[in-house]
Protein backbone atom coordinates (compact mmCIF):
# COMPACT_ATOMS: atom_id res chain seq x y z
CA UNK A 1 0.00 0.00 0.00
CA UNK A 2 1.38 3.44 -0.88
CA UNK A 3 2.38 5.52 2.20
CA UNK A 4 1.80 9.05 0.65
CA UNK A 5 -1.26 9.65 -2.06
CA UNK A 6 -1.55 12.84 -3.75
CA UNK A 7 -4.81 12.33 -5.97
CA UNK A 8 -4.14 15.37 -8.38
CA UNK A 9 -1.56 14.98 -10.99
CA UNK A 10 -1.98 18.13 -12.42
CA UNK A 11 -4.00 21.42 -11.48
CA UNK A 12 -4.21 24.91 -13.41
CA UNK A 13 -5.21 27.43 -11.34
CA UNK A 14 -5.74 31.58 -12.10
CA UNK A 15 -3.57 33.99 -10.27
CA UNK A 16 -3.99 35.20 -7.05
CA UNK A 17 -6.65 32.48 -6.33
CA UNK A 18 -5.83 30.28 -3.41
CA UNK A 19 -4.97 26.37 -4.16
CA UNK A 20 -5.44 23.27 -1.67
CA UNK A 21 -3.54 20.62 -3.04
CA UNK A 22 -4.39 16.80 -1.86
CA UNK A 23 -2.41 14.47 0.93
CA UNK A 24 -3.23 11.15 2.42
CA UNK A 25 -1.28 9.24 4.01
CA UNK A 26 -1.00 5.85 6.15
CA UNK A 27 0.79 4.61 8.72
CA UNK A 28 0.66 3.03 12.21
CA UNK A 29 3.37 5.06 13.95
CA UNK A 30 2.21 7.51 16.38
CA UNK A 31 4.81 9.19 15.69
CA UNK A 32 5.40 11.16 12.66
CA UNK A 33 6.09 13.98 10.49
CA UNK A 34 4.40 15.60 7.51
CA UNK A 35 6.61 17.51 4.80
CA UNK A 36 5.81 19.65 1.63
CA UNK A 37 8.64 20.23 -0.96
CA UNK A 38 8.22 22.39 -3.94
CA UNK A 39 10.36 21.30 -6.88
CA UNK A 40 10.68 24.18 -9.79
CA UNK A 41 11.87 22.74 -13.33
CA UNK A 42 15.03 23.61 -12.46
CA UNK A 43 15.14 20.45 -10.22
CA UNK A 44 15.89 21.51 -6.81
CA UNK A 45 13.87 20.40 -3.88
CA UNK A 46 12.24 23.45 -1.59
CA UNK A 47 11.10 22.85 2.13
CA UNK A 48 8.14 24.36 2.19
CA UNK A 49 6.37 23.14 5.34
CA UNK A 50 6.95 20.69 8.26
CA UNK A 51 3.49 19.92 10.54
CA UNK A 52 4.64 16.66 13.35
CA UNK A 53 1.24 14.64 14.67
CA UNK A 54 1.26 15.78 17.74
CA UNK A 55 1.24 19.31 16.82
CA UNK A 56 -2.25 20.70 17.95
CA UNK A 57 -2.43 23.85 15.10
CA UNK A 58 -1.81 23.97 11.74
CA UNK A 59 1.41 24.96 10.92
CA UNK A 60 1.59 28.07 8.79
CA UNK A 61 4.50 29.44 6.65
CA UNK A 62 4.05 33.21 5.10
CA UNK A 63 1.37 32.03 2.06
CA UNK A 64 1.80 28.45 2.85
CA UNK A 65 -0.94 26.59 5.48
CA UNK A 66 -1.34 22.66 6.36
CA UNK A 67 -4.44 21.69 6.31
CA UNK A 68 -4.03 18.72 9.16
CA UNK A 69 -6.66 16.38 9.70
CA UNK A 70 -5.16 13.49 11.65
CA UNK A 71 -7.98 11.00 11.80
CA UNK A 72 -8.54 11.42 8.21
CA UNK A 73 -4.97 11.03 7.65
CA UNK A 74 -4.92 13.91 5.48
CA UNK A 75 -2.43 16.88 4.99
CA UNK A 76 -3.15 19.26 2.73
CA UNK A 77 -1.03 22.07 1.68
CA UNK A 78 -3.27 25.35 1.10
CA UNK A 79 -1.12 27.97 -1.04
CA UNK A 80 -3.22 31.58 -0.48
CA UNK A 81 -3.14 34.26 -3.45
CA UNK A 82 -1.14 31.93 -6.03
CA UNK A 83 1.37 34.13 -7.59
CA UNK A 84 2.87 32.63 -11.12
CA UNK A 85 5.96 31.46 -9.64
CA UNK A 86 4.25 28.88 -8.10
CA UNK A 87 3.90 26.61 -10.43
CA UNK A 88 5.93 23.36 -9.83
CA UNK A 89 6.10 19.92 -8.91
CA UNK A 90 4.50 19.80 -5.07
CA UNK A 91 5.53 16.60 -3.13
CA UNK A 92 4.14 15.74 -0.16
CA UNK A 93 6.82 13.64 1.78
CA UNK A 94 6.33 11.34 5.48
CA UNK A 95 8.74 10.65 8.07
CA UNK A 96 8.12 7.72 10.68
CA UNK A 97 9.35 8.24 14.17
CA UNK A 98 9.26 4.61 15.19
CA UNK A 99 12.65 3.52 12.95
CA UNK A 100 15.09 4.59 15.06
CA UNK A 101 18.27 6.30 13.42
CA UNK A 102 16.45 5.79 9.75
CA UNK A 103 14.75 8.96 9.09
CA UNK A 104 14.73 9.14 5.29
CA UNK A 105 11.03 11.04 3.74
CA UNK A 106 8.85 8.58 1.82
CA UNK A 107 7.57 11.07 -1.40
CA UNK A 108 4.18 11.30 -2.79
CA UNK A 109 4.29 11.20 -6.78
CA UNK A 110 3.66 14.55 -6.74
CA UNK A 111 1.03 17.63 -7.80
CA UNK A 112 1.54 19.52 -10.79
CA UNK A 113 0.64 23.21 -10.25
CA UNK A 114 0.41 25.82 -13.12
CA UNK A 115 -0.48 29.02 -12.41
CA UNK A 116 -2.45 30.85 -15.09
CA UNK A 117 -2.28 35.13 -15.22
CA UNK B 1 26.34 29.18 3.90
CA UNK B 2 26.81 26.86 0.86
CA UNK B 3 24.23 24.48 -0.01
CA UNK B 4 24.63 21.10 -0.80
CA UNK B 5 26.79 20.29 -4.19
CA UNK B 6 26.57 17.33 -6.38
CA UNK B 7 28.71 16.64 -9.66
CA UNK B 8 28.30 15.98 -12.46
CA UNK B 9 25.08 17.79 -13.32
CA UNK B 10 24.42 15.59 -16.27
CA UNK B 11 25.48 12.41 -17.45
CA UNK B 12 24.74 10.01 -19.97
CA UNK B 13 26.09 6.19 -20.51
CA UNK B 14 25.06 3.41 -21.95
CA UNK B 15 23.34 0.03 -20.64
CA UNK B 16 26.33 -2.06 -19.06
CA UNK B 17 28.81 1.20 -18.29
CA UNK B 18 29.64 1.90 -15.00
CA UNK B 19 28.88 5.56 -13.40
CA UNK B 20 29.60 7.44 -10.34
CA UNK B 21 27.99 10.25 -8.77
CA UNK B 22 29.65 12.69 -6.01
CA UNK B 23 28.03 14.69 -2.97
CA UNK B 24 29.29 17.38 -0.68
CA UNK B 25 26.98 17.90 2.13
CA UNK B 26 26.62 21.74 3.91
CA UNK B 27 29.38 21.67 6.62
CA UNK B 28 28.91 20.30 9.76
CA UNK B 29 25.80 17.68 8.67
CA UNK B 30 26.28 14.43 10.03
CA UNK B 31 23.47 12.56 8.15
CA UNK B 32 23.13 12.34 3.78
CA UNK B 33 21.01 10.86 2.10
CA UNK B 34 20.47 9.74 -1.65
CA UNK B 35 17.36 9.41 -3.51
CA UNK B 36 16.65 8.32 -7.09
CA UNK B 37 13.99 10.14 -8.70
CA UNK B 38 12.47 8.48 -11.69
CA UNK B 39 10.70 10.78 -14.20
CA UNK B 40 7.07 11.33 -13.29
CA UNK B 41 7.90 10.08 -9.63
CA UNK B 42 8.67 11.19 -6.08
CA UNK B 43 12.27 10.43 -4.70
CA UNK B 44 13.08 7.30 -3.25
CA UNK B 45 15.44 7.06 -0.75
CA UNK B 46 18.35 4.97 -1.71
CA UNK B 47 20.80 5.10 1.30
CA UNK B 48 20.57 7.15 4.48
CA UNK B 49 24.27 7.80 6.18
CA UNK B 50 24.93 9.07 9.67
CA UNK B 51 28.47 10.40 9.75
CA UNK B 52 30.82 7.19 8.05
CA UNK B 53 28.08 4.96 8.99
CA UNK B 54 24.99 3.23 7.00
CA UNK B 55 21.81 3.56 8.66
CA UNK B 56 19.28 2.58 6.15
CA UNK B 57 19.92 0.72 2.50
CA UNK B 58 16.96 -1.18 2.54
CA UNK B 59 15.73 0.23 -0.84
CA UNK B 60 19.57 0.08 -2.57
CA UNK B 61 19.85 -2.28 -5.31
CA UNK B 62 22.83 -3.46 -3.80
CA UNK B 63 23.95 -6.42 -7.03
CA UNK B 64 24.75 -3.24 -8.67
CA UNK B 65 24.59 -0.14 -6.43
CA UNK B 66 27.14 0.94 -4.12
CA UNK B 67 28.06 3.83 -1.80
CA UNK B 68 30.18 5.13 0.32
CA UNK B 69 30.97 8.30 3.01
CA UNK B 70 34.50 7.06 4.28
CA UNK B 71 35.01 10.36 6.00
CA UNK B 72 31.61 11.39 7.53
CA UNK B 73 32.04 14.19 4.56
CA UNK B 74 31.72 13.55 0.92
CA UNK B 75 29.92 10.78 -0.41
CA UNK B 76 29.91 9.00 -3.89
CA UNK B 77 27.28 6.47 -5.25
CA UNK B 78 28.35 4.25 -7.93
CA UNK B 79 26.21 1.75 -10.34
CA UNK B 80 27.97 -0.80 -12.12
CA UNK B 81 26.68 -2.01 -14.31
CA UNK B 82 23.96 0.32 -15.27
CA UNK B 83 20.44 -0.89 -16.76
CA UNK B 84 18.26 1.46 -18.81
CA UNK B 85 15.99 1.70 -15.96
CA UNK B 86 18.36 3.46 -13.83
CA UNK B 87 17.67 7.02 -16.21
CA UNK B 88 16.52 9.20 -13.33
CA UNK B 89 17.61 12.29 -11.15
CA UNK B 90 19.96 11.03 -8.15
CA UNK B 91 19.97 13.19 -5.03
CA UNK B 92 21.60 14.06 -2.40
CA UNK B 93 20.58 15.59 0.65
CA UNK B 94 21.75 16.25 4.09
CA UNK B 95 20.65 16.98 7.73
CA UNK B 96 21.78 17.96 11.05
CA UNK B 97 22.04 14.89 13.34
CA UNK B 98 18.80 14.48 14.59
CA UNK B 99 18.03 14.74 18.92
CA UNK B 100 16.28 11.28 20.05
CA UNK B 101 12.46 12.08 19.75
CA UNK B 102 12.54 14.91 16.96
CA UNK B 103 10.87 14.73 14.01
CA UNK B 104 11.82 18.01 12.33
CA UNK B 105 15.00 17.65 10.88
CA UNK B 106 14.91 19.27 7.79
CA UNK B 107 17.00 18.10 4.76
CA UNK B 108 18.64 20.10 2.28
CA UNK B 109 19.04 18.89 -1.00
CA UNK B 110 21.11 19.41 -3.62
CA UNK B 111 20.41 20.37 -7.32
CA UNK B 112 21.16 16.26 -8.66
CA UNK B 113 22.48 14.49 -11.32
CA UNK B 114 20.56 13.76 -14.33
CA UNK B 115 21.66 10.37 -15.77
CA UNK B 116 20.37 8.89 -19.04
CA UNK B 117 21.31 4.89 -19.48
CA UNK B 118 21.14 4.31 -23.16
Avoid at chain 1, 91 to 101: I, Q
Wanted: proline share 4%.
Amino acid sequence: AQKITQTQPGMFVQEKEAVTLDCTYDTSDPSYGLFWYKQPSSGEMIFLIYQGSYDQQNATEGRYSLNFQKARKSANLVISASQLGDSAMYFCAMREGGRGGADGLTFGKGTHLIIQP
Amino acid sequence: EAGVAQSPRYKIIEKRQSVAFWCNPISGHATLYWYQQILGQGPKLLIQFQNNGVVDDSQLPKDRFSAERLKGVDSTLKIQPAKLEDSAVYLCASSLYRLAGGLYNEQFFGPGTRLTVL
